[in-house]
């Protein structure tokens, strides 16, 4: 079984806030996705990575860094939270942008 | 471009059938279809590629249409665990990112 973890499922941060978001894999994909799912707007990307140290911009990077030191973590990192990037969180792995995605469970923050 | 998904929301009954459209303002290489219950992830349905054939899964089949940048996923006799946000995701080139839609919502009742 395809397992993805993420470091939390619900987080409450303060403006201003650096926040981490950590995934983890076990299943030695080169490929990690961030989205991030707002109601009707579906799941927008904001950064993925085909390898360590490598990274690309999504669709909705601004406000928003990545690092991938080792190829099974992923972390998403909001230098300054605002309460606009309150929102469900998403990580997504592939072993080839051709393949499927495989999804955590989610982090559900709050920016208040 | 953010594909654009219709309907946004359907209310079916045990047995019925259901489409739903994905649609592209630009020309793709590849549809994936993902099903998201309510409160877990994502899961991957299929996937159909520029020049491939129809796909299918049990009682769920897709369609692309490559000149009309459209794909249409099929939900026949649908059952109670077909419940659930639909989303396309669309790739423009070979190892291009997937670009989602907005998603559409399926309820099918007893």
């Known amino acids: 079984d395809v397992k993805v973890t993420q470091s939390s499922r619900y987080l409450v941060k303060r403006t201003g806030e650096k926040v981490f978001l950590e995934c983890v894999q076990d299943m030695d994909h080169e490929n990690m996705f961030w989205y991030r799912q707002d109601p009707g707007l579906g799941l927008r990307l904001i950064y993925f990575s085909y390898d360590v140290k490598m990274k690309e911009k999504g669709d909705i990077p601004e406000g928003y860094s990545v690092s991938r030191e080792k190829k099974e973590r992923f972390s998403l990192i909001l230098e300054s939270a605002s309460t606009n990037q309150t929102s469900m969180y998403l990580c997504?792995?592939?072993?080839?942008?051709?393949?499927?995605?495989?999804f955590g469970p989610g982090t559900r923050l709050t920016v208040t | 471009q953010q594909p654009v998904q219709s309907p946004q929301a359907v209310i079916l009954r045990e047995g019925e059938d259901a489409v739903i459209n994905c649609s592209s303002s630009?020309?793709?290489?590849?549809v994936h279809w993902y099903r998201q219950k309510h409160g877990e992830a994502p899961v991957f349905l299929m996937i159909?590629?520029?020049?491939?054939e129809q796909k299918g899964h049990e009682k769920i089949s897709a369609s692309f249409n490559e000149k009309k940048q459209q794909s249409s996923l099929y939900l026949t006799a649908s059952q109670l665990s077909y419940s659930g946000t639909y989303f396309c995701?669309?790739?423009?080139?070979?190892?291009?990112?997937?670009?989602f839609g907005q998603g559409t919502e399926l309820s099918v009742k007893p």
């Open positions: 630009k020309a793709l290489y590849s």
């Open positions: 159909l590629l520029k020049g491939g």
């Open positions: 995701g669309t790739e423009i080139r070979i190892g291009g990112k997937l670009i």
């Open positions: 997504a792995i592939a072993d080839s942008a051709l393949y499927e995605q495989y």
